[in-house]
């Protein structure tokens, strides 16, 4: 299964763009890029998901390059709402073994 | 609400004793799944589901915990002689498998948090 690292921590103020990447060397040809967000005490929630190049939804966007060995999640104007571990993983429907990391822990201050 | 429900949301028992955990999938998803997070730390997989066949375990399954899907719709986890270790949140998460190779979206429930004393 592929492996996934990215930042424990990142901070950004209301209104800011946040980029968060994610670095996936190990990803398989049929791995799918998908994003999940959490916050405490709930299950995580589905935010995007992407195969290559860009996907776009309403929450956020996934860039994913042309090596795919990379993802960049994308939340445009943050607020505090946002504050929550987000969580890159690789995978597809062939093996429905998710294997989460530690997350990115995003501080959304004032 | 059409989401992923589980019951109960919490649980405090004795060391020793036996817990079952109830998840109630999205009711068109064919695929189920059982994970247990601890503080700090992201979902680890234990096992899934796809109808009533169960078609993977982790190793962090013990002969201790066991679960089911019955009819290919709700699914329990047991646990028996519950330690101190087991003390975690489980989550559940559903999706539907349509067949091929493809991106696996899962829903989570709001996860049953499990305290043993």
């Known amino acids: 299964l592929a492996k996934t690292t990215q930042p424990i921590s990142m901070d950004s103020y209301e209104g800011q763009e946040v980029n968060i990447t994610c670095s996936h060397n190990n990803i398989a040809t049929n791995d799918y890029i998908t994003w999940y967000q959490q916050f405490p005490s709930q299950g995580p929630r589905f935010i995007i998901q992407g195969y290559k190049t860009k996907v776009t939804n309403e929450v956020a966007s996934l860039f994913i390059p042309a090596d795919r060995k990379s993802s960049t999640l994308s939340l445009p104007r943050v607020s505090l709402s946002d504050t929550a571990v987000y969580y890159c993983?690789?995978?597809?429907?062939?093996?429905?073994?998710?294997?989460f990391g530690k997350g990115t822990m995003l501080l959304v201050s004032p | 609400d059409t989401g992923v429900s589980q019951d109960p949301r919490h649980k405090i028992t004795k060391r020793g004793q036996n817990v079952t955990f109830r998840c109630d999938p999205i009711?068109?998803?064919?695929?189920l799944y059982w994970y247990r997070q601890t503080l700090g730390q992201g979902p680890e997989f234990l096992t899934y589901f796809q109808n009533e066949a169960q078609l993977e375990k982790s190793r962090l399954l013990s002969d201790r915990f066991s679960a089911e899907r019955p009819k290919g719709s709700f699914s329990t986890l047991e646990i028996q002689r519950t330690e101190q270790g087991d003390s975690a949140m489980y989550l559940c998460?559903?999706?539907?498998?349509?067949?091929?190779?493809?991106?696996?979206?899962?829903?989570f429930g709001p996860g049953t948090r499990l305290t043993v004393t």
């Open positions: 009711s068109e998803h064919n695929r």
């Open positions: 993983l690789v995978g597809n429907s062939g093996y429905s073994t998710l294997t």
């Open positions: 998460a559903s999706s539907l498998w349509t067949g091929g190779i493809n991106g696996d979206e899962q829903y």
